[in-house]
């Protein structure tokens, strides 16, 4: 099976423009989780999409918004960037029923200038 | 006092040597993952567990539900294993998962 993908896997945006990330799931995961990495904060959750469904979510701001299609590829966007946003973005995929082994992808790194 | 907490938070030791790493937790827990992050990026996850002890190749992880600590134990290290080791908890009924801040192991020839 392939593996979790994640496009595009560099971004240079500058403050105020918004972006929009995509990860692809291992096929037949129902599950997708996003994480942001930074040297300051680490791995923090952002949310997870479960069937098109918004099933958890962390402490972000509404400026951080996902949603999840019917073939459970997900997006995620980030609205007004701010400086602080840049970050390595993760996503991981599970079957869907809870607590199983997540699946990484290899991450977009977001640089905003 | 963050949920995960991991010890040391960097490590450096020969090749061939016996290695460490602690996790604890504050929380109660469905699972405890082990994680690891080679430079650029990529995350693997290399344990899933909520009871006793397992072992993959040269990796062994406990872990002890009473005093909420986990282990992750490297039999005869290399080079390769340099890394970034991850701890993270999950909770029931949920797939967020809650990060420890890591431990950068670096292995010397």
């Known amino acids: 099976k392939a593996g979790v993908t994640q496009t595009p896997r560099y971004l240079i945006k500058t403050r105020g423009q918004q972006v929009t990330l995509s990860c692809s799931p291992i096929s037949g995961h129902r599950s997708v989780s996003w994480y942001q990495q930074t040297p300051g904060q680490g791995l923090q959750f952002l949310f997870e999409?479960?069937?098109?469904?918004?099933?958890n979510k962390g402490n972000f701001p509404g400026r951080f918004s996902g949603r999840q299609f019917s073939n459970s590829r997900s997006e995620m966007n980030v609205s007004t960037l701010e400086l602080g946003d840049s970050a390595l973005y993760l996503c991981a995929s599970t079957p869907g029923t809870y607590s199983y082994e997540q699946y990484f992808g290899p991450g977009t790194r977001l640089t905003v200038t | 006092k963050n949920e995960v907490e991991q010890s040391p938070q960097n490590l450096t030791a020969q090749e061939g040597e016996f290695i460490t790493i602690n996790c604890s937790y504050s929380v109660g827990i469905s699972a405890l993952h082990w994680l690891q992050q080679h430079p650029g990026g990529g995350i693997v996850s290399l344990f899933m567990l909520s009871s006793g002890k397992k072992k993959h190749g040269r990796l062994i992880a406990t872990i002890n539900i009473q005093e909420k600590h986990s282990s992750l134990h490297i039999t005869a290290s290399h080079p390769r294993d340099s890394a970034v080791y991850i701890c993270a908890v999950s909770n029931f009924g949920n797939e967020k998962l809650t990060f420890g801040t890591g431990t950068r192991l670096t292995i010397i020839p």
């Open positions: 999409y479960f069937s098109e469904t918004q099933r």
